[in-house]
């Protein structure tokens, strides 16, 4: 009897055992269920902070993109609106409790009176008797006599010529013969060269679309023309300035300094490539199919001289010794760094600082106050710390900070070339400056329909901003390379003087 108690004991705690393990077992699925769970929950939070971190990243981009202007990036003034960038952002002086205007002792600017021998036509007035004694004065000239100029604008009209050819019957034999038409005699065009350097002038310089040009030429000159004449007129004078446009080419290829820039322009819609090269005493544009290293390599015969540009890759070709990379560039990405949060703003700021320094120098340095050996000696401090602040902030490896600093460091042999060099200036705004006419050109009338209309284009505004140079005046010179000329002749040149 015992040992059947003692088995039943047994079996009564192995029950109890398997009872407790199954529970264990329960406790542990539960528990394994719960860490899964909480496993997964983990994973779904990790999922959120990196989409979080993401989104972050797409905001700060936004809010730079958002915050663009002429002050921080490439994009024009033009494109600022209102109240922003420029001048227009800084904060109002307060006021001085003046009135606007000139303020008393301001010595006003007055029209000055033009010479005796640019007056067309002089009235003079004498006094009738003395003031004195009433006896009749005669009419005698006074040197310090007191002149008043009244300017009026009179009606201008169109001379037009008209060539008759008759026909004269034989008396003897009754034969009508008709007068020869004479090449030398009868002009080819219905217009001569002066109205068609005036339409040229007002399509090709001035940007009036062709049919205010017809308009305008009919009120103010009498004279009727189609729309097709002016695009005739356009062809011709395009055909006739392109000796003088290929030796303003040749003069910006030989010289030692040339500045460049290039902008988006339109064809019928297509987005083509426009460039600029400008030198001191020439302005030559060219539109090309695009803005790649190899095209643009079409723009110079020889790679001689400094090219000062902005960083755009395609300009790698030239030796970088010889580039002068545009500090004003710099600038504007140096405040779109200081306008972030953390690493990056810190060092847009001290990078900004560092800038302001160095156009300190060459302010003092252009206005005479600094000799070159002093430039080059201040500089040299300035430089170090520059390029040690660049090479901090690659270092960083902060997105949107480091890859631009080595972008920028890569070009380190073309920062300082203006510190060496008496006739290179730090910024681009040469270039820039000769470029905007073009774009605003762009804005108003989306472009070209052709190719004819690119070379018409190019070449209008390569006469223009040089003969401005030259001191010429553009009508003038477009009207003698109009003119009809012996055939073997050359046509005027616009380096020449006039």
Request: proline residues 5%; aromatic residues 6%.
């Amino acid at each position: 009897m015992g040992g059947g108690t003692e088995v039943e004991e047994l079996k009564a705690a192995l029950a109890a055992r398997d009872a407790e393990l199954t529970a264990r077992d329960a406790e542990l699925t539960a528990q394994k269920a719960a860490l899964a769970e909480r496993d997964a929950r983990i994973a779904e939070l990790q999922e959120q902070l990196a989409k979080l971190a993401e989104l972050e990243t797409e905001v700060a981009k936004l809010r730079e993109l958002l915050g663009r202007d002429s002050g921080n990036s490439n994009k024009p003034p033009s494109s600022d609106p209102p109240g922003k960038g420029g001048k227009a952002a800084k904060k109002k002086k307060k006021g001085k409790g003046r009135r606007r205007g000139g303020q008393k002792g301001h010595r006003g600017s007055h029209r000055s009176l033009l010479p005796p021998e640019q007056v067309d036509e002089v009235v003079d007035l004498y006094p009738p008797r003395c003031e004195s004694c009433w006896q009749s004065l005669p009419s005698v000239p006074d040197e310090l006599a007191r002149r008043y100029q009244f300017t009026e604008l009179r009606p201008l009209a169109a001379h037009t010529t008209e060539y008759r050819r008759h026909a004269v019957v034989c008396p003897g034999c009754g034969y009508e013969t008709r007068a020869a038409y004479d090449e030398a005699v009868i002009p080819r065009s219905a217009f001569g060269p002066r109205l068609m350097a005036v339409v040229a002038l007002l399509t090709g310089v001035y940007h009036l679309s062709r049919r205010q040009t017809v308009r305008l030429l009919w009120e103010l000159l009498g004279v009727k023309m189609s729309l097709g004449s002016v695009s005739a007129i356009e062809k011709r004078v395009s055909e006739s300035v392109e000796p003088a446009v290929a030796e303003a080419w040749d003069e910006a290829n030989k010289a030692a300094v040339k500045h460049t820039d290039g902008t988006s322009w339109l064809r019928a819609g297509v987005m083509l490539s426009l460039w600029t090269v400008a030198t001191a005493a020439v302005t030559v544009f060219k539109i090309l199919d695009n803005g790649k290293r190899e095209t643009l390599k079409t723009l110079f015969v020889t790679f001689g001289g400094v090219l000062v540009s902005d960083r755009a890759t395609a300009l790698k070709f030239w030796v970088m010794k010889r580039r002068q990379i545009c500090w004003a560039h710099l600038v504007r990405k140096f405040i779109s760094f200081s306008q972030r949060d953390g690493p990056a703003g810190k060092i847009g700021k001290e990078l900004l600082e560092l800038t302001a320094i160095v156009f300190d120098y060459w302010s003092q340095f252009r206005d005479a106050r600094l000799t070159r050996s002093k430039l080059v000696e201040r500089m040299a401090p300035v430089r170090r710390d520059v390029e040690t602040l660049l090479e901090r902030a690659v270092d960083k490896d902060v997105p949107g900070l480091s890859g631009c600093c080595a972008d920028i460091l890569e070009h380190r042999e073309a920062l300082w070339t203006f510190v060496e060099r008496k006739d290179v200036e730090p910024t681009n705004n040469h270039a820039e400056r000769e470029l905007r006419g073009f774009v605003l050109w762009r804005r108003r009338s989306f472009g070209t329909q052709s190719e004819r209309g690119d070379r018409f284009a190019e070449r209008m505004m390569t006469i223009a901003h040089t003969a401005r140079k030259q001191g010429r005046a553009v009508l003038d010179f477009l009207a003698a390379c109009c003119a009809p000329r012996p055939a073997g002749t050359a046509g005027p040149s616009l380096l020449a003087p006039a």
